[in-house]
């Protein structure tokens, strides 16, 4: 399928955003593994969440689908039944990353693979510190890419220091180390997102942190929950930045996760002159929540480094977006991670916006772009990459001619409704 955008009138009105793609599946996942029934409201209806529910079903979980709520039968922590067939993770590097952990501490048999993007994104970052505690664990190309095959059980206690700084890895080892001998200790040099440590915790886990180290121990069981997932700030992202574009645009996003740790977006948006307003912020389950409202204003550069990149990395390539409008020059350093999400990021960003007559320069680890000349139009790829495809259509908003997005049916791995929403904000 390809999407045909071209430039709109303001922004206006209301858009739910779909719910947050890493608290549900976080919500599936661990929700199984508590003594009782975990009743999800608002869980995210995307391709990834169902890759998540399909394995854990794999492993015996029943999950009822009630509409606007889900109900997940917990097993308890040991549970799980050997699948019968090989996991399907699909297109999601959280529902493979966060298995493995998890299957590294169960005492049978897995495999688990995806699709062509799932299999030729790095493992060896998690595998590594898996074999460590002593799981049996083994993949393709020397150990580092899907399918992977897990013998697990027998976990030891380690003490490990992340050197990628990576919440899908950070959440395998806590999983792992809740069926270690000892418990485990991660040391965290940046600060990734902290959905896993906050559910945990509330589940009765036995965590604790202390600045960068972050302890688990075992405990007998995990108590269910009562879950509801806010909007996701990375979906949010696409209209904060469309809408801070588009002169004349004024909309609200109800009930959007503003966690710390994902919030990167709105500093970086601020800091290029956005206006963002974070209305009712309170705390719900665990997430603070807040609505936040974005008024169009006009933007420059910024310069984003390592600190921040971790807490926006999802929302770079719709920053690129954003950069290109502004005024003057922006760079993006220390953010080579995003050469090894859904397709290479750095390559697609820099790859579409030259396509569209953006001055961008690709550097190892970011890029550069001069500003100010906005977008000329033409034909980009989503490269089965959802976010790519979405800040493309953001482009397409403010672009001198059409846009056309090929391969925009990616959207549907974290927002099925997103070519429609962005329709009706925007007036003809
Ligand atoms: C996620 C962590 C991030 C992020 C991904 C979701 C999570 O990946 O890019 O979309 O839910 O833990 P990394 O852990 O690889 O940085």
Known sequence: ????????????????????????????????????????????????????????????????????????????????????????????????????????????????????????????????????????????????????????????????????????????????????????????????????????????????????????????????????????ISSAAFFLVAASLVPGSEVLLPGVGVNPTRAGIVTALRGMGADIQVLNQKEEGGEPVGDLLVTSAPLRGITLEADIIPSLIDELPVLAVAMAVAEGESRVKGAAELRVKETDRIKAVCANLAALGVDITETPDGFIIRGGRGFAGGTVESFGDHRIAMAMGVAGLTCRREIIVRESEAVSVSYPGFWKDLDSAASV
Do not use: W
């Open 1 to 232: 399928m390809q999407t045909v955008i071209s430039a709109r009138g303001p922004l206006k009105g209301t858009v739910r955003v779909p719910s947050d793609k890493s608290i549900s599946h976080r919500s599936v996942i661990f929700g199984a593994l508590a003594e009782g029934r975990t009743r999800v409201e608002n869980l995210l209806r995307a391709d990834d969440v169902h890759s998540s529910m399909d394995c854990m079903r794999g492993m015996g979980v029943q999950i009822e689908d009630r509409g606007e709520v889900i109900e997940i039968k917990g097993r308890g922590l040991f549970g799980l039944q050997e699948p019968v067939d090989v996991l399907n993770c699909g297109n999601s590097g959280t529902t493979i990353r966060l298995l493995s952990g998890l299957l590294a501490g169960q005492g049978f048999l897995s495999i688990l693979t995806g699709d062509g993007s799932l299999r030729r994104r790095p493992m060896a970052r998690v595998i590594n510190p898996l074999r460590l505690m002593g799981a049996g664990i083994d993949a393709r190309g020397d150990g580092n890419y899907a399918p992977l095959v897990v013998r697990g059980g027998g976990l030891k206690s380690i003490e490990y220091t992340m050197p990628v700084a990576s919440a899908q890895v950070k959440s395998a080892l806590l999983l792992a180390g809740l069926y270690s001998e000892g418990g485990i200790d991660v040391i965290e040099p940046k600060a990734t997102r902290d959905h896993t440590e906050r559910m945990l915790r509330a589940m009765g886990a036995g965590l604790s942190q202390d600045g960068e180290r972050i302890r688990i121990r075992p405990v007998e069981k995990l108590q269910p929950m009562e879950i509801t997932v806010p909007g996701d």
